[in-house]
């Protein structure tokens, strides 16, 4: 039996170098007013349908919302500044909400990350009306801003209030 690190992603069956999917993901991700597919070809050097279809593929699972048991947690991405405040409050760090659904028997399946304006019920909420489907059970840290999945529509919030994983497992849905 043969596999790939790229099984089951975005990535498989695909002849592009990952270093080009890499760049176009950087590309996108970075373009404040949207990016056309003529002008991700220039920047790629890749022919104008491998970028229709790279931007396909990327909006396509945009679209996808998380279902079932779901693990949500708040992160920060960045660094501290020189000179500037470290932890929670660095002007540097941007927030931003990770999520995993998983399978019945607890595997992962599908994972969404996106920025948040800042760890608020309000702001909770927005995210989950946008990633999460009406009806799963959303499984926290407890951080007090996760209640506004419960607003968006989900079953419940179930907390894990700590936690001591061996390596390779998930924390439990129950």
């Excluded at 022919?47 to 990327?58: D, K």
């Excluded at 009406?134 to 506004?148: E, K, N, W």
């Excluded at 894990?160 to 998930?170: E, F, I, N, Q």
Aim: overall charge positive; proline content about 5%.
């Amino acid at each position: 039996m043969q596999t790939s690190l790229i099984a089951g992603t975005l990535f498989q069956s695909t002849h592009l170098a990952l270093s080009i999917w890499f760049f176009a993901i950087y590309l996108i991700s970075q373009a404040k007013t949207g990016l056309s597919a003529l002008d991700l070809k220039r920047q790629l050097g890749v022919s104008y349908p491998t970028t229709w279809l790279i931007q396909t593929m990327f909006e396509r699972d945009a679209k996808y919302t998380l279902c079932g048991n779901v693990q949500a947690d708040d992160a920060y991405l960045g660094g501290e500044l020189a000179g500037g405040k470290a932890g929670r409050g660095s002007e540097n760090k941007v927030p931003f909400v990770a999520a995993i659904s998983l399978s019945a028997e607890g595997r992962p399946l599908y994972i969404k990350m996106a920025p948040v304006p800042g760890f608020t019920r309000k702001a909770v909420f927005d995210w989950a009306t946008a990633d999460l489907a009406p009806g799963c059970i959303v499984t926290s840290d407890g951080l007090g801003c996760f209640a506004g999945v419960t607003d968006a529509g989900c079953a419940s919030v179930r907390r894990c209030s700590h936690y001591r994983a061996s390596p390779g497992t998930l924390a439990p849905a129950s």
